[in-house]
């Protein structure tokens, strides 16, 4: 107990030292899941609010111009505006196609035989307000074992879309048609793929660097302080994903479950941001996560250098 309280402390005196430049947590209050992006000149936050199931039925969004000061747009999506969601909806992946704004979505928790699971929602507006693209989950079904939930939609260098999901450690890729509304098949006649990698539990993420796909997600169990980021480099955006190692995880004087993550990449720079939750020194509570974002590096052989949680975060990234 003794140690736990110097590290509190250690963690307070870091954070009163650093006041000018305290900037982590980016955002007040209790959210997780994170996905940043840029939408016109302009760094974006959609994540879950963290709350028990039956109260974590929106999703709020957060803009800022240099990632030091963030605008609330409260509620952009909630169950209102999806008549089949009914609880938890959490994870949002968003995107923009054709000057509109797409936000995919968790919700339900699924099992087998339930209604629920994967959403999509539309807008002509980053902030909302965004309203039900199909009217039903877009995926509902228990596909190789994965619950169909921590959706990410990435759009390939010729302008496919996949979309990476998966709980209950296992992940799957599809592909997504035109205008979001379903998924097409591969080239070779199958709607899903399965492309787990060693250790995944959830959270994929996907972006591209000199050609190489770096393929990222979590491990461990969210409700913990043993949640982290773990991460593959392929050829190819359906792999294969060879585990490398981990990037992110829980530091004794900064937090703990670290985990769920996004990745903002500064235009026309090779200068990139980690965007993810983290559980303070001190809470243990499930749901007591907090937005962070930090930066994120790489060594000479592409490989991503372990990543250093801190309380200042980053600034002005934009000047």
Request: hydrophobic share 40%; aromatic share 14%.
């Amino acid at each position: 107990m003794n140690k736990l309280k110097n590290y509190v402390l250690l963690a307070l005196m870091a954070s009163f030292g650093e006041a000018s430049a305290q900037q982590n947590p980016v955002i007040k209050g209790w959210y997780a899941d994170p996905e940043g992006i840029i939408y016109n000149n302009k760094y974006w936050l959609f994540p879950t609010y963290s709350a028990p199931y039956e109260k974590q039925v929106f999703f709020d969004a957060f803009s800022s111009k240099d990632m030091a000061s963030w605008t609330k747009h409260a509620r952009v999506l909630d169950t209102a505006a999806i008549k089949w969601a009914k609880e938890a909806m959490w994870a949002p992946s968003v995107i923009e196609k054709e000057g509109k704004y797409y936000l995919f979505f968790s919700a339900n928790d699924v099992h087998e035989g339930e209604v629920g699971g994967i959403g999509v929602s539309v807008a002509d507006r980053p902030e909302g307000p965004y309203k039900d693209l199909i009217g039903k989950p877009l995926i509902n079904q228990i596909i190789n074992g994965a619950q169909p939930i921590d959706q990410f939609v990435f759009k390939d260098k010729d302008n496919s879309y996949y979309m990476f999901y998966g709980g209950w450690r296992h992940c799957n890729v599809v592909r997504l048609n035109a205008d979001f509304t379903g998924i097409v098949p591969f080239a070779d006649g199958s709607l899903y793929k399965e492309v787990t990698p060693e250790a995944y539990v959830e959270g994929p993420f996907m972006f591209i660097r000199n050609n190489k796909y770096y393929f990222m997600w979590s491990e461990g169990g969210w409700g913990g302080p043993h949640y982290k980021v773990a991460y593959a480099i392929s050829d190819s955006p359906l792999g294969p994903f060879r585990r490398i190692g981990t990037v992110l995880e829980q530091d004794e004087l900064v937090a703990t479950g670290a985990g769920h993550h996004s990745v903002i990449q500064v235009p026309n720079q090779d200068k990139y941001f980690i965007v993810y939750h983290r559980r303070p020194l001190g809470k243990t509570g499930a749901n007591e996560r907090e937005t962070c974002i930090d930066s994120m590096t790489f060594d000479q052989n592409g490989h991503i250098n372990p990543i250093k949680m801190t309380f200042s975060g980053v600034t002005h990234v934009l000047d």
